[in-house]
T-cell receptor
Framework: QKEVEQNSGPLSVPEGAIASLNCTYSDRVSQSFFWYRQYSGKSPELIMSIYSNGDKEDGRFTAQLNKASQYVSLLIRDSQPSDSATYLCAVNVRADSWGKLQFGAGTQVVVTP | NAGVMQNPRHLVRRRGQEARLRCSPMKGHSHVYWYRQLPEEGLKFMVYLQKENIIDESGMPKERFSAEFPKEGPSILRIQQVVRGDSAAYFC???????????????FGAGTRLSVL
């Protein structure tokens, strides 16, 4: 079983619609969760971090965390062609929230005009 | 305020040569992480360092790979006797030290693309 799992996609989303990305993780002590965006040939760029159960909103992005079910999700509202990228879910498995990140394989999002 | 700086951006080596990848963390960050991304694969952790100390090297291959973060200068990821399977993008990230008010958010450099001929 992979430690961090994501659907690989591609997830095709019409422009203006909501993109919904899911991520599950296996280690219950995980405390810190991150979503990174990676354009093809570029480096990962942090778009959201979340540490507590519930929702966290930042502009068009909303991260949702449910530690009991061990999943974290990302919603992208009013999707734009510039949102077309691979979205990486990352989890810090240490209880003190420091150290290495474990990444999922990424979900490719394609926003169609 | 410069971000994480990596160089070179592209590195071409022939099989058997050595590759040296450099990373300077963001200002105020004292912790450095190296990740590798093979073609069409996800990011894999390699090593976590602070100045003059390796904290976690659980992701480092047992042979040919080494990393350091000296008191002065950038962190170095060294790959000896490179093979074609080492061709990948190598990313460095940095974070503030534990105990700081900032959360452990890792910011990534632009990466070094290593091609082994």
């Amino acid at each position: 079983q992979k430690e961090v799992e994501q659907n690989s996609g591609p997830l095709s989303v019409p422009e203006g619609a909501i993109a919904s990305l899911n991520c599950t993780y296996s280690d219950r002590v995980s405390q810190s969760f991150f979503w990174y965006r990676q354009y093809s040939g570029k480096s990962p760029e942090l778009i959201m971090s979340i540490y507590s159960n519930g929702d966290k909103e930042d502009g068009r992005f909303t991260a949702q965390l449910n530690k009991a079910s061990q999943y974290v999700s990302l919603l992208i509202r009013d999707s734009q062609p510039s949102d077309s990228a691979t979205y990486l879910c990352a989890v810090n498995v240490r209880a003190d929230s420091w150290g290495k990140l474990q990444f999922g394989a990424g979900t490719q999002v394609v926003v169609t005009p | 305020n410069a971000g994480v700086m990596q160089n070179p951006r592209h590195l071409v080596r022939r099989r058997g040569q050595e590759a040296r990848l450099r990373c300077s963390p963001m200002k105020g960050h004292s912790h450095v992480y190296w990740y590798r991304q093979l073609p069409e694969e996800g990011l894999k952790f390699m090593v976590y360092l602070q100045k003059e100390n390796i904290i976690d090297e659980s992701g480092m291959p047992k042979e040919r790979f080494s990393a350091e973060f000296p008191k002065e200068g950038p962190s170095i990821l060294r790959i000896q006797q490179v093979v074609r399977g080492d061709s990948a993008a190598y990313f460095c990230a940095s974070s503030p030290p534990p105990g700081s008010l900032a959360k452990n958010i890792q910011y990534f450099g632009a990466g070094t693309r290593l091609s082994v001929l």
